[in-house]
């Protein structure tokens, strides 16, 4: 089965060369209701190419937005013309992480006529054929409470890498570690290992509230589990865990600064 084209609203067949190489045939225009394909409107001249399955398109690598993964491998299903004239040489590029599955786009300029689907190897490290314009999505923002100390930050980024890709028992445990830096500043005359003892301190010096001091202990639990129990972490505790530490974090270092901030701001007003 030949892959289908759209141009300007129109499907057109089109085939493969023995090389594998798209071309495009002269058959008959087919409408596009009858294809499943959605009308595209004139001002736009997009032209779709599919991905058969018999034949093998192009790759590119990147780091995946969805699961974290650095340095990924992407499977590129599809690609258009992103212009609104045929003379427009920017291709977006659909393709699927080898990991996650999950789709990405990516914009690049044609240097030569080639297509990315025709390249063979990574068409964002062949600058010669292609010149990357953008990525989406774009990859994912840290949320690293302001204020913590660097090792802290350091523990907390590492937990959300991990559960971004989907390691829940490292994320667990990393998030454990987070929190368990995070307390020390407060209690750091108890051993570093007696982190229910810090959480206990701390409520009972009214740091944190009760709720947050039974909430604390869920986290140190679940952590613990993660480490060092049979049973494998879950997506839904990572999750809550993720909830939990930075809720924490923001409460004993962000909250407090933002408060000297909006207090530095009246005094001078």
């Given at each position: ?7 300007c609203?129109?499907?057109r ?11 495009r ?46 340095k ?48 063979q ?31 802290v ?26 929190m ?36 604390a ?10 480490l060092?129990?049979?049973?494998e ?28 901030a ?8």
């Amino acid at each position: 089965m030949p892959s289908v084209e759209v141009h300007c609203g129109v499907a057109r067949h089109v085939g493969f060369s023995r090389k594998g190489l798209l071309r495009r045939s002269r058959l008959p225009t087919i409408c596009p209701a009858r294809l499943g394909v959605p009308y595209l409107p004139p001002a736009s001249c997009y032209s779709f190419r599919f991905d058969n399955g018999d034949q093998t398109m192009g790759s590119l690598v990147h780091d995946c937005p969805h699961c974290g993964t650095l340095k990924s491998g992407f499977t590129i299903r599809a690609e258009f013309n992103c212009g609104n004239h045929l003379a427009n040489r920017e291709e977006a590029v659909c393709a699927t992480c080898n990991n996650c599955l999950q789709p990405v786009c990516a914009v690049v300029f044609l240097v030569t006529s080639m297509l990315p689907s025709q390249f063979q190897g990574d068409i964002l490290q062949a600058p010669d054929y292609f010149i990357s314009r953008a990525f989406y999505p774009a990859k994912l923002e840290k949320d690293t409470p302001d204020g913590v100390p660097l090792a802290v930050a350091r523990a907390y980024d590492q937990a959300a890498a991990s559960r971004h890709a989907g390691h829940w028992d490292a994320a667990c445990g990393m998030y454990r570690r987070a929190m368990e830096l995070g307390l020390k500043a407060f209690s750091p005359e108890i051993d570093a290992w007696k982190i229910e003892k810090r959480i206990d301190k701390m409520a009972a010096e009214n740091k944190i509230t009760p709720e947050l001091q039974t909430w604390a202990h869920e986290l140190r639990l679940d952590g613990n589990d993660a480490l060092h129990g049979e049973e494998e972490a879950t997506k839904e505790m990572a999750d809550q865990m993720h909830g939990l530490c930075r809720f924490l974090l923001l409460y004993l270092y962000t909250l407090p600064l933002q408060v000297e901030a909006a207090k530095t701001r009246r005094a001078g007003e």
